[in-house]
Each structure stands twice: as C-alpha cells, then as structure tokens.
C-alpha cells in the first residue's frame, strides 16, 4: 500500500509561484495562475489565491487593475530591490530589539546590586522577554526572505539538474552492464536483477 504524499508547505507554495513569474516573466490574471500552478509547481488551484495574496501583501508580487481584468507580475530586479528594504529595515528593527533588551538587563544588573523593588524587577523582566520574543520573530523573517531571494532559487535548480543528470548516468551504465552480462553469459534479465538487486523498475529520470 503506497503512503499518501505530503501535501506542500506554505513557503513551498510561495517558493513556486515565484517561480512561475521568475522563469515566464509575464503578467497574469488569477485564473491563468490557477490553471498554471497546479499543473507546473503542484500548487493546489483552491489555494493559489491565498499564497498569490500573501505575496502581494509581502511586497513581493505587483498587481494592478487594467480595464476590468486585475494583474499579476513580479521580476527578479524588483525581488531583490524590495528584499533589500525589507533586510535593512528588519536588521534596523534587529538592532533597535538588541539595545533594548541591553538596556534592561543593564536596569536589571543594577537593581541586583541595589534596593530590590519586586514590582519593578517584574516589568523589566516582561519588557525583556518582549525584546527576546521581537529579536527570534526578525531572525525568522530574514531567513524567509533570504530563502525567496531569485539567486537562491536559481542555485538550488541548478543543484537538482546536476543530481538528476548524475543519476541518469549510473542508470546509463547500469543498463550497459546488464547488456554485456546477457550478451556474454545468456543470463536472464530478471536474473540479473535478482543478482546484483537491480530493481526491476529501474529507469531514467
């Protein structure tokens, strides 16, 4: 009994919409992206909506209306300019987080040496614990926006190409060997197969 596939993430789904704009570098309306999706990235039609607004809400998708029809566009010069925005105004907010929560550790140090007011020590410790929870939300965000960077995009296609195109090549050679085997010894090729534990389903990809 074959295991049910695992539907796609949601940064997977947005991963491949933006490719679908980066490689076709073309305007869309809704409905062709959601007959395009499904078929090209296995991005279910129902929630292509849903992903495309998220994209438009993070700055990394254009839309605008022409006529009657709404569009949709996104080019990888503008990608990187707005992930570059984006970066520096997190990595402002990064830095603005990390004074803040010095700050109070300083008032907390010096509360340790002095009076002890139990109410006060109390609210820095919340104001701390806002300061670490702001600093793990920015380090989440710049690591989303680093995984949708165009490059790293490009890089880990290229990757699957050279893993694919490697493995087609032992398949190659496989098959080469079980030819010389038959041709040579008479041998079966399931016997072959059951040998060397080749499966019999073997093929390219």
Same mark, same amino acid.
């Given at each position: 009994m074959t295991s049910k596939k695992r539907g796609l993430s949601l940064e997977d789904k947005r991963k491949g919409m933006m490719e679908i704009f980066y490689e076709k570098k073309d305007f869309f309306q809704l409905k062709e992206l959601e007959k395009i999706a499904p078929k090209e990235k296995g991005?279910?039609? @129902?929630?292509?909506?849903?992903? &495309?607004?998220?994209?438009?809400?993070? @700055?990394m998708v254009d839309t605008d209306k022409i006529g009657t029809s709404v569009y949709f566009w996104a080019f990888p010069s503008k990608a990187t300019n707005t992930k570059k925005q984006k970066l520096m105004q997190l990595e402002n907010s990064s830095q603005e987080a990390?004074?803040?929560?010095?700050?109070?550790?300083?008032?907390?140090?010096?509360?340790?040496? @002095?009076?002890?007011?139990?109410e006060k020590r109390e609210k820095l410790q919340v104001e701390l614990k806002k300061a670490q929870?702001?600093?793990?939300?920015?380090?989440?965000? !710049?690591?989303?926006?680093? #995984?949708?960077?165009?490059? #790293? &995009?490009?890089? !880990?296609?290229?990757?699957?190409?050279?893993s694919l195109e490697a493995a087609n090549r032992w398949t190659d050679n496989i098959?080469?060997?079980?030819?010389?085997?038959?041709?040579?010894?008479?041998?079966? #090729?399931?016997?072959?197969?059951?040998?060397? @534990?080749?499966?019999? #389903?073997?093929d390219y990809l």
């Amino acid at each position: 009994m074959t295991s049910k596939k695992r539907g796609l993430s949601l940064e997977d789904k947005r991963k491949g919409m933006m490719e679908i704009f980066y490689e076709k570098k073309d305007f869309f309306q809704l409905k062709e992206l959601e007959k395009i999706a499904p078929k090209e990235k296995g991005i279910v039609q @129902g929630t292509v909506k849903d992903v &495309l607004q998220s994209l438009v809400d993070d @700055g990394m998708v254009d839309t605008d209306k022409i006529g009657t029809s709404v569009y949709f566009w996104a080019f990888p010069s503008k990608a990187t300019n707005t992930k570059k925005q984006k970066l520096m105004q997190l990595e402002n907010s990064s830095q603005e987080a990390k004074e803040l929560r010095a700050d109070v550790e300083a008032k907390l140090a010096k509360k340790k040496t @002095g009076q002890q007011d139990e109410e006060k020590r109390e609210k820095l410790q919340v104001e701390l614990k806002k300061a670490q929870e702001k600093n793990t939300a920015l380090k989440s965000s !710049l690591k989303e926006f680093h #995984e949708l960077d165009p490059d #790293e &995009l490009e890089k !880990l296609k290229s990757e699957s190409q050279v893993s694919l195109e490697a493995a087609n090549r032992w398949t190659d050679n496989i098959f080469a060997v079980k030819s010389w085997c038959k041709s040579k010894f008479f041998i079966e #090729e399931n016997q072959l197969n059951k040998a060397f @534990g080749i499966p019999d #389903e073997l093929d390219y990809l």
